[in-house]
């Protein structure tokens, strides 16, 4: 997905009053590959799910 439209699906869950954190990596494609980036990721997905998904 691009991030155009990714960025659209965060506006609209926004505009539902969803918590949402979005993070664009400009070095990354469609995934995220890159080490350096997996290791920033990673934990940050993992303190969200934590936060609000108990």
Known sequence: MP???A???VDA???RN???EYK???DEGHG???L???L???PLVADFLDKYMK
């Open 18 to 20: 969803t918590t949402v």
């Open 40 to 42: 920033e990721l990673y």
């Open 32 to 34: 995220i590959s890159k």
């Open 24 to 26: 664009l990596y400009d």
């Open 36 to 38: 350096k980036n997996r």
């Open 13 to 15: 869950l926004k505009k």
């Open 3 to 5: 991030y155009t439209e």
């Open 7 to 9: 960025e659209q699906v």
